[in-house]
């Protein structure tokens, strides 16, 4: 129940507490026990410091307009996450195959048109967060993605993604994947290979301006989460009997859709564990009547 607990409360599953600090200059005073590090924006003389901070997990540069990042953070090797989201970047160095503990990496919102190779070279990647960069050609990125032998946490929200990869079906460790933003997302065709990923537990396609949901969501029976926020014309009677044929699903988040009213019959909905509705328009006998209905579900309004 990892990954639900991780959905429920936050995304940052592996992210752990440890001494942090937002300056470098103070970090540098105490090298051996500065763990996490936001910096600030710094020049390339700067960053290349960092590297003195022998202990360090985390490091965070974000929001800086960086179009490199220096091979030597490489020697950063007890680096387990490395966050660098809202930058310019378009490749990585190769310097970085040698941080062998990197779980995270976050690439978030950068200017990556194919994927840097380097990326099948870190053996305890976990995590990789592609979101918002809509020049990444996903096709072409398969390869590096396949080579990541451990991966189970992918991000291709805001991607402005019409089809998925034939092959990502091939991707056999993912359990999470998040496609929120792509509201031009052929549905059919994506849940044609989504259907064959036998590992994937959690599926987040909020805003995607859903409306139907395919069947092929019916084969996808060992599915423990499914995000659909914000899609107000998503149907809910149609997705009730889709669930019906999801035994195994324990998380269903339906928040922001405009939703008034539940369907009649709730079997659907009756194996769930928790039921994510805040956001909605039920009317209060509405929400009574669902709650005796789900006296086995949290349902949180």
Known sequence: MKFIFCLIVSMACFTSLSQESNSLKDALKNPDQTTSLKVNCPDDEKLIRVVQLKNLNQLYIKDCSLK??????????????????????ESLPDGLQTLNNLAVLNLRGNDFKQLPQVLGKLPALRELDLADNPMLDLDMAMDV????????????????????PDRLADLKALQELHLTGNPNLDLNKAFDILSKMATLKI????????????????????????VLDKNSTLKIDDLASRLENLPELKVLLLRNNG??????????FQHLAVLELSGNRFSEDEKQRIKENLKDTVVKF
């Open 68 to 89: 490199n990042v220096p091979s030597k953070l490489g020697e950063l090797t007890k680096l387990t996450l490395l966050n660098v989201e809202n930058n310019n970047l």
């Open 145 to 164: 993605l396949l080579s990541i032998e451990n991966l189970d946490f992918l991000y291709l929200s805001q991607n402005r993604l019409e089809s998925l």
């Open 259 to 268: 939703i008034e009213k539940l369907p009649e019959n709730l079997n659907g």
């Open 203 to 226: 599926l987040v396609l909020e805003d995607n301006e859903i409306s139907t949901i395919p069947v092929g969501l019916q084969q996808m029976k060992q599915l423990d989460g499914l």
